[in-house]
């Protein structure tokens, strides 16, 4: 006897009318293209989607676990989507800790958002109990001092990172920083971060160490000074050096500023951001320190003298090249004075950032003398505001101090300053000018051309090329004028 066999046709007859639509979306999600993906590609996509603000991050992981059965599976036995760990409701963070499995941790308590501050505490120790699975952490102002004092390093031998932001009355106003002594450091321990707080320089912490911030620290005594150098010695295999807020409020030795050898070395130094209060503890920092050639500087805001921040003119060509070797300078005066130097290739080599308490002409006239550029080949000036006699004369000398000068831009400025250029002295070699919103009229621009180039076939120097972008008092009228001198022109109207 044949074995009776239902059709396709007549199981579908016995569904019911909301089964039949289950099974029909069902099949209709099954032919989506996003289907077709492995399982670990899925997860890969996943765990690309993440959200800058926790909160958000916490409902994408949810709802990514909550679309269909095969996503919650993905999402399940993916531990990397669940190691990121900040305060949560108590039984949503050990959902978390949970589905993280023996994945790494990135760890971060830095405020309490909607939770409860003894759930914030709460947090902390389930946290702790998975410290070996640490990777990364951050502990942030509301971290109370007795937990960041007793934190178990000996139990976090993955530990990579490591950031710990203390506050207190005092030191939110650069007061005494807080003391943290620790018996034992992460093997692994490569970047450090320490704001209001400062871990004394005998510590192996800071050995290995390839990234390091002191942010918001005091420093009372000479001793402090020392030991602050100290942690440079320990230190050789820096790569990124950030010294932030840090204020010296002990006298610093008279015999500081022009220091014996040796000096600290720091071969492998990528960047260096040093702001420091006064600005004479820079100069005595960088005078105590030789980085490679390839280091970028960054001197961060608050500096009023370029003298008092900058060592001696040997010292910088002989042990911080990255301040003497520049191409080319570009000179911002908005409401700070932005100085940067970079190399032939656009990279930045270092940016200084001075206020205006400083006479501006003095700005200039320490180009080129305290701040050594033999290298120099191009010069940018920006500027709004209107400039004085005084400012185009110093202009005027840092150019004639630099002959070898090629390439000259201006953006922002007036007639004044750019009749420096009817002086034939002034940048000899002048191959390249660029004008950009300045005041100049047509038949000035066409004089300083005429002095400039040089006869087809010449094998002096000369200009041949002239960019003007938005100046009002030109047209394009002005390019076939210029053409005639032999210069390649490139206009552009407002």
């Known amino acids: 006897m044949a074995s009776a066999q239902s059709s396709p046709t007549n199981e579908a007859q016995q569904l019911k009318p909301t089964e039949l639509v289950a099974v029909t979306r069902s099949h209709q999600n099954q032919s989506f293209p996003i289907h077709c993906l492995p399982d670990e590609i899925l997860a890969s996509i996943f765990c690309c989607v993440e959200s800058p ?47 993280s499995k023996q994945a790494l941790l990135d760890v971060k308590f830095e405020d309490c958002g909607s939770i409860a501050e003894t759930n914030f505490q709460e947090c902390i120790l389930l946290a702790l109990s998975h410290a070996h699975r640490w990777q990364t952490c951050f502990f942030g102002r509301l971290v109370r001092f007795e937990t960041l004092a007793s934190l178990p390093l000996e139990s976090m031998p993955l530990l990579e990172v490591l950031t710990i932001v203390h506050t207190t009355p005092t030191s939110r106003g650069g007061g005494p920083a807080a003391l943290l002594f620790f018996p034992i450091h992460p093997p692994r321990l490569s970047v450090l971060v320490l704001q209001g707080s400062f871990i004394p320089s005998t510590h192996p912490i800071y050995t290995g160490l390839t990234e390091l911030t002191l942010r918001g620290i005091r420093i009372l005594r000479p001793s402090l000074i020392q030991g602050l150098l100290h942690v440079f010695v320990a230190s050789p295999t820096l790569l990124h050096l950030r010294l932030e807020c840090l204020i010296f409020s002990c006298p610093i030795p008279p015999e500081s500023i022009h220091p014996p050898t040796p000096l600290i070395h720091l071969s492998h130094l990528q960047s260096l951001y040093i702001a420091l209060t006064p600005t004479r503890a820079t100069r005595y920092i960088l ?106 004369a110093a202009v005027a ?34 191959e390249s000018l660029r004008i950009s919103k300045c005041l100049l009229k047509a038949d000035a621009l066409v004089e300083i051309v005429r002095l400039r180039t040089r006869p087809k076939g010449s094998a002096a120097h000369g200009l041949r090329r002239l960019i003007a972008k938005g100046c009002p008092q030109l047209d394009s009228g002005i390019s076939p004028v210029l053409q005639e001198y032999g210069v390649d022109v490139e206009y552009e109207g407002k």
């Not at 320190?289 to 970028?296: E, G, H, M, N, V």
């Not at 700070?336 to 006239?365: A, N, P, W, Y």
């Open 53 to 99: 603000y926790y909160v958000l991050h916490v409902r994408d992981l949810l709802a990514f676990s909550s679309v269909c059965y095969r996503w919650r599976s993905i999402a399940l036995e993916c531990p990397r989507l669940w190691t990121r760990l900040e305060p949560l409701q108590r039984q949503l963070f050990e959902l978390f800790l949970s589905r």
């Open 287 to 392: 005078s105590r320190l030789a980085i490679s050639p390839s280091a970028r500087i960054n001197f961060g805001k608050g500096n009023s003298d370029m003298l008092a921040i900058l060592p001696s003119r040997d010292h910088i060509q002989t042990y911080l090249p990255t301040l003497s070797s520049a191409f080319a300078l570009r000179i911002e005066l908005t409401r700070l004075i932005r100085v940067s130097g970079c190399t032939s290739e656009h990279e930045k080599l270092f940016k200084l950032q001075l206020d205006m308490r400083q006479e501006l002409s003095s700005i200039f006239t320490t180009l080129g003398t305290a701040l050594p550029t033999p290298s120099l080949r191009s010069v940018s000036l920006c500027s709004s505001y209107i400039i004085s006699a005084t400012i185009v």
């Open 397 to 430: 000398d840092l150019l004639a101090r630099h002959p070898d000068i090629t390439q000259l831009a201006f953006e922002g400025c007036d007639q004044p300053m750019l009749q420096i250029l009817l002086d034939a002295s002034i940048c000899p070699r002048l």
